[in-house]
């Protein structure tokens, strides 16, 4: 997260400016996010302050020459820059604090959170796998890769870097192949503020062996994507199940039912012959791979730069005795692999966007 010191200098005061600055100055910024961070000489932050604040030190008796660090309130919330815990932001947010100062071990102002703006900020790299060819879109694909395909106006993989850079996540690469220059060329400008780094494989690396050409730091996680889904998954959520498992592997699913439209014989373990129970079309209940992944970047940096599948890694993270888990999705997730999928996926996006405009707060 690269800090907009724009935003920083709104936000912040002396505590020994007089609350008539600190007035004109909360009077200069958004509904909604008015608040001062109210930081000392030294540059220490000391505390907060709203026009609630001033109000009522003002009705106490305070004059608009009193200054600000004489009514700030010096319990405040607030997140290291080293340690910027999810959940911890999870909190935040739920009790309504909409800006959450990031603070240096000195503590300094290093960065203000807008959690307005973003949803969480996740220690995540991600890689969006978009080497594939896309032949099940054929004709549409011959000439555009099926990451770039707009879907209400919006090339599919940008809803994908959109929805992680609301979670704070701004190191994104996409590895390409399969018309390479054209992702390349789209991603030549910012995306959802994040400047996408694209890696081209020289050679097909199956599903996962491409995250080898880039340099995984040896500490933390990554989490690797196809490029070509639409999905509401929650990868504050998914991240946190990651950590309270202590997984190696967080595999998001969704659920996949299988109907069998006959009777199912159950056969004798010891007599094969001898028929123990019949079912008149059962069905069967199971989690899908979505396709989303969080590895441990020690697992990451096993890849050799041979081929291998996403699914290949994971097998050899289970024989290893690796803890390998699972996230289920809530909410929407379409493989937008064929001509049905990709129309489904128009038409659940027209819904999404006519409900965003009908509800604001949507």
Known sequence: MIAD??????HTIAEDAPLLEALRQLNSLP?????????????NMCGTLTDGDIRRALIGGASTSTPA????????????????DPDTLRKYRDEGIMLVPVLDRD???????????????????????????????????LSTPKPLLKIEGKAIIDYNVEALASCGIDNICVMTRYLSEQIEEHFSKPVAGVNVKCVREDAPLGTIGAVSMLDIEPIGNTLVM?????TT???EEMFLTHLQRSADVTIAVVPYQVSVPYAILTLDNADSNKVTAIEEKPSYSYYANAGIYIFSNALLRMLDGERCDATDLVSKAIDMGKKVTYYPIKGTWIDVGTPLDFRQAGEL??????????DPNT
């Not at 010191?5 to 709104?10: D, G, Q, S």
């Not at 997140?79 to 910027?84: F, M, R």
């Not at 196809?226 to 639409?230: C, E, G, I, P």
């Not at 996006?349 to 009908?358: D, E, F, T």
Request: hydrophobic residues 40%.
């Open 226 to 230: 196809n490029s070509d889904l639409l």
């Open 233 to 235: 998954i929650s990868f």
């Open 69 to 84: 660090g004489a009514v700030c309130l010096r319990h405040f919330r607030s997140v290291d820059k080293d340690n910027i």
């Open 5 to 10: 010191h724009k935003f920083i200098a709104r």
């Open 349 to 358: 996006m027209r819904h999404h966007n006519s409900m965003a405009h009908s």
């Open 31 to 43: 509904g909604g996010k008015m608040t001062l961070f109210v930081t000392a000489d030294n540059g």
């Open 107 to 141: 503590n300094t102002i290093a960065d203000i959170i807008d959690l307005t703006r973003f949803k969480t900020i996740l220690p995540l790299h991600a890689v969006l796998m978009a080497g594939g060819k896309g032949e099940r879109l054929r004709p549409a694909t």
